[in-house]
């Protein structure tokens, strides 16, 4: 038969669904019988029993009452009681070896339906024992499990799959912290060795060391204070102190501080809206700064940051743009990364960890805020930062 192709797309489906329906009324049926349920179906069965063997008593009683009560007249067979009672014992003895063979085969049953479901449960906890902090990419087999059961495989599956990833991230964020103070550490060490030799004598390395120590502690503490902070904030023990304020006084503030401490660039300014944010007033100026400092580090001398401000609707949106060397296409999705830097030796020199962008990321998350890079190699980089304000 040709049936058009909808017709059997509907059909198939409407088996499908017969087919699950029936499998699921038959696990259904599986499960009540297994766990237990099994002693309560025999009660009821030797209950019907016992209702059968009372049924057929009562009604040869009551037939026996109605022959007596009607006065019928009788034909009276004389038989053998014994050949009666031996009828009589044979119907009791079936009952009960027909009871026996019913409890046995409902325990069978039982046992097996509740091993069926339970092996694969069975296996999925002995699969789940066996995964530690070393195996912690292993995963557990879906190919017993089926409908809920593979739900919850999965489930747990997906699970794995994040902690895995946060795991990786934690050990790779701790390697890196590591071998970020590696380098300041070896440079004091270098120094005080240095010192020792020749540093009593001599008293011009005695101010150079000095100096590149009182350098790398600072250059020390600030990596670590950045440390504390993104630990913190994994380990989401990091809150805001929120409250409203004019966020322009807060930009000019910032931009005041720019021009004291770095004479170098040209820093224009274009804040003319007036508007009241809520937020955390310190910490925002942290990652605001954020975005000046590596305009400041990543441009020429002489050339220009500005900042502006936009408004749309219900968002505000800080702009830092700089005309310095650029970011480059392929590294754009990279930035906000800890540890990311595009060039490694010239951020040397700049004295930056790679940590700036992750920690004003994070700032501006927790403020439900968005930040959009536009940049360009050569031409420099747009900063967009967009913040939620009160009404
Ligand atoms: N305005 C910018 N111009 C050019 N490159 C930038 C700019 N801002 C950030 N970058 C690049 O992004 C990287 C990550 O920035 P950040 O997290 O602040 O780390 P860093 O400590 O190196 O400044 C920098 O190393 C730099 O390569
Ligand atoms: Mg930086």
Known sequence: MNRHPRTKAIIAK???????????????????ISFKLTFV????????????VVAVFMGMNYLADFAINNDYRFLQIITDANSVNHFMQLVMWTFVVAYLLGVLLLIKIGTKASRKILGPIKKMTQQAKEITVQNLGSRLDLSTAQDELRDLTETIN???????????MQSQFASDASHELKTPIAIIHGYADLVRRWGKEDKAILEESIEAIKNESKNMQSLVEKLLMLSRSDKQDFSLAKGEFEINELLKEIVRETKMIDRDHKVIEKLDIERVINADRTTLKQAIRVFI???????QKDGTITITTMQKRRKFTIVVEDNGVGIPKKDLPYIFNRFYRVDKSRTKESGGHGLGLAI?????????????????????TKIFIDLPFSK
């Open 158 to 168: 997906d699970m794995l799959g994040s902690i895995q990833e946060s795991y990786n």
């Open 41 to 52: 179906f025999t009660a009821i069965l030797s209950g019907f029993m016992l209702f059968v």
């Open 360 to 380: 004003a990321q994070l700032i501006i998350d927790r403020h439900n805020g968005n930040i959009t890079v536009d940049s360009k190699i050569g031409v420099g």
């Open 14 to 32: 409407v088996k499908m669904f017969i087919k699950d329906v029936a499998r699921k009324i038959l696990r259904l049926f599986y499960f009540s």
């Open 293 to 299: 400092d590596n305009s400041i580090k990543y441009t």
